[in-house]
C-alpha cells in the first residue's frame, strides 16, 4: 500500500521501508529543502524546533448511528464518558483474554459518530470485530484510504500553524475541523492536538486526495524554524525516549495492559469492556512480567529481542524496543521483565554474546512538553 505521499517521498529520495503493509519513509538521506538530514537530525528538529511526519499509514474506521459512543465505550478499555464531542482519547482494544490487538485513539465528533485511528496493519481486524458484534443502526466502515495524516510535532509547531493562518486554542487531545486559508476547495481539515513524539503537536487530517497540497504548505512553513521532514525512524526513537508503547513490541496479543504498564488506559469501575474479567484476575493476581525502562551503563545499544539478566547471569526477561538515545547519547530501551525487579537495579543485556550493562530507570526517559 502506498501513502498519497508516495511519489513526493520517492521525489525526496526518502529511504523507504514496509510498515504495516505500507511503504512509508524511514529518513530522508540528503534532507529536504536545502535542510541537512537522517534520523538523527530529524529527531533533534523535533525535539528542540519542529518537524513534520507522513503517518497516513494509520488506519481510520468509522462508527456512526444512535449509540455509537456506548457502543465503543463497551468494546475498549478507557473511558469515553470522561470526554464530550471536541475531544479525543488514548484506547486499548483487547480480546477476552486480555491481550491487546490493538491500541487506538477515539475521536467523538458527536455521541452518535465516533472516529477511531488504529495501527495501519490492525485497521481491518479492529473494523471487522466492531462491525461483527454492532447493534442494529450502527454502521462500521473502514475508510482507511479517506484521510491522510500529517504530525506536526515539536515546540514551535504552533507558530507553523499560525503562520498558515490556523488559529486553534486546542487543550491537550482535543480537535476541531479547519479549512487552509486561501485553499478552502480542499474541504475541511481535522486538527488533534495530539502525537507521538512527547513535544507539543498536532495531527493533521486532510482527505486523501488534498494532502499533498496540505503537506507542501507545511513543508514551506517549518523552514522558517529550520525545520525537518522526518521519516519514521525519528518517529520510534522519539516514541521510545518518551517510553510510549508500540503495538507489536510493548503491548500484543500475548502481552497486555497489565504486563505493559498500561493500567492507566484501562478503567475497570466501568461496567463492561472487552477482556475485562482476565485482565482483573491477571491484576489481582499480579502479572508474571511487567514493562521496565532500561538506560545503558555503557556504550552498548540494545535491540528488540535481546535477552535481559541479572547479576547472575539468570535470564530475566527481554528488550521489547531499544536503540540509541540522541537526546541523552545513550542506549535506552524498554524491556518485559520479572516483577520482583525495581527502578535501580542493575541488570546486563546480552548485546550479540557481549553482556552490556544497564539500569532500571523510570520513564519516561526525557521530560515531555505535550501540554
Given at each position: 500500500m502506498k501513502s498519497p505521499l508516495y511519489e513526493w517521498h520517492g521525489a525526496m529520495d526518502a529511504k523507504l521501508a514496509d510498515f504495516g503493509g505500507w511503504d512509508m519513509p524511514i529518513e530522508y538521506p540528503k534532507g529536504v529543502a536545502g535542510f541537512s538530514g537522517g534520523t538523527l537530525a530529524e529527531h533533534a528538529a523535533v525535539r528542540e524546533r519542529v518537524g513534520i511526519f507522513d503517518v497516513s499509514h494509520l488506519g481510520k474506521i468509522s462508527v456512526k448511528g444512535q449509540g455509537a459512543k456506548d457502543f465503543v465505550n463497551s468494546m475498549v478499555t478507557n473511558d469515553l464518558n470522561r470526554i464530550t464531542s471536541g475531544q479525543a482519547q488514548y484506547n486499548l482494544f483487547c480480546n477476552d483474554a486480555g491481550g491487546v490487538i490493538d491500541d487506538l485513539i477515539v475521536y467523538q465528533f458527536a455521541p452518535d459518530d465516533i472516529f477511531i485511528i488504529p495501527n495501519a496493519s490492525n485497521c481491518s481486524q479492529v473494523a471487522a470485530d466492531l462491525s461483527a458484534v454492532a447493534p442494529s443502526g450502527?454502521?462500521?466502515?473502514?475508510?482507511?484510504?479517506?484521510?491522510?495524516?500529517?504530525?506536526?510535532?515539536?515546540?514551535?509547531?504552533?507558530?507553523?500553524?499560525?503562520?498558515?493562518?490556523?488559529?486553534?486554542?486546542?487543550?491537550?487531545?482535543?480537535?476541531?475541523?479547519?479549512?487552509?486559508?486561501?485553499?478552502?476547495?480542499?474541504?475541511?481539515?481535522?486538527?488533534?492536538?495530539?502525537?507521538?513524539?512527547?513535544?507539543?503537536?498536532?495531527?493533521?487530517?486532510?482527505?486523501?486526495?488534498?494532502?499533498?497540497?496540505?503537506?507542501?504548505?507545511?513543508?514551506?512553513?517549518?523552514?522558517?524554524?529550520?525545520?525537518?521532514?522526518?521519516?519514521?525512524?525519528?518517529?520510534?526513537?522519539?516514541?521510545?525516549?518518551?517510553?510510549?508503547?508500540?503495538?507489536?513490541?510493548?503491548?500484543?496479543?500475548?502481552?497486555?495492559?497489565?504486563?505493559?504498564?498500561?493500567?492507566?488506559?484501562?478503567?475497570?469501575?466501568?461496567?463492561?469492556?472487552?477482556?475485562?474479567?482476565?485482565?482483573?484476575?491477571?491484576?489481582?493476581?499480579?502479572?508474571?512480567?511487567?514493562?521496565?525502562?532500561?538506560?545503558?551503563?555503557?556504550?552498548?545499544?540494545?535491540?528488540?529481542?535481546?535477552?535481559?539478566?541479572?547479576?547472575?547471569?539468570?535470564?530475566?526477561?527481554?528488550?521489547?524496543?531499544?536503540?540509541?538515545?540522541?537526546?541523552?547519547?545513550?542506549?535506552i530501551a524498554l524491556a518485559l521483565l520479572s516483577p520482583e525487579f525495581k527502578v535501580g537495579d542493575q541488570v546486563q543485556i546480552d548485546i550479540r554474546g557481549r553482556l552490556s550493562s544497564a539500569s532500571i530507570v523510570r520513564a519516561p526517559f526525557v521530560e515531555p512538553r505535550v501540554r
Open positions: 450502527i454502521t462500521v466502515k473502514n475508510i482507511h484510504q479517506e484521510y491522510a495524516v500529517l504530525a506536526l510535532q515539536g515546540p514551535d509547531s504552533s507558530k507553523v500553524l499560525a503562520d498558515i493562518g490556523i488559529n486553534l486554542d486546542l487543550e491537550y487531545m482535543s480537535f476541531g475541523k479547519v479549512t487552509l486559508p486561501g485553499d478552502e476547495d480542499l474541504g475541511k481539515i481535522i486538527i488533534c492536538r495530539t502525537g507521538y513524539s512527547g513535544e507539543l503537536g498536532y495531527e493533521l487530517l486532510p482527505k486523501w486526495e488534498s494532502a499533498t497540497k496540505v503537506w507542501e504548505v507545511l513543508v514551506e512553513k517549518i523552514a522558517k524554524y529550520d525545520g525537518r521532514v522526518c521519516g519514521l525512524g525519528a518517529r520510534d526513537t522519539l516514541r521510545t525516549e518518551m517510553g510510549y508503547p508500540l503495538h507489536g513490541h510493548e503491548l500484543s496479543l500475548e502481552i497486555t495492559p497489565v504486563q505493559a504498564s498500561a493500567s492507566w488506559a484501562v478503567v475497570f469501575a466501568k461496567s463492561e469492556f472487552r477482556g475485562k474479567s482476565a485482565l482483573e484476575i491477571e491484576k489481582s493476581q499480579g502479572p508474571s512480567r511487567v514493562l521496565r525502562a532500561l538506560k545503558s551503563s555503557d556504550r552498548g545499544i540494545p535491540r528488540s529481542g535481546m535477552a535481559v539478566s541479572d547479576s547472575l547471569g539468570r535470564v530475566i526477561g527481554e528488550v521489547t524496543s531499544g536503540t540509541f538515545s540522541p537526546t541523552l547519547k545513550v542506549g
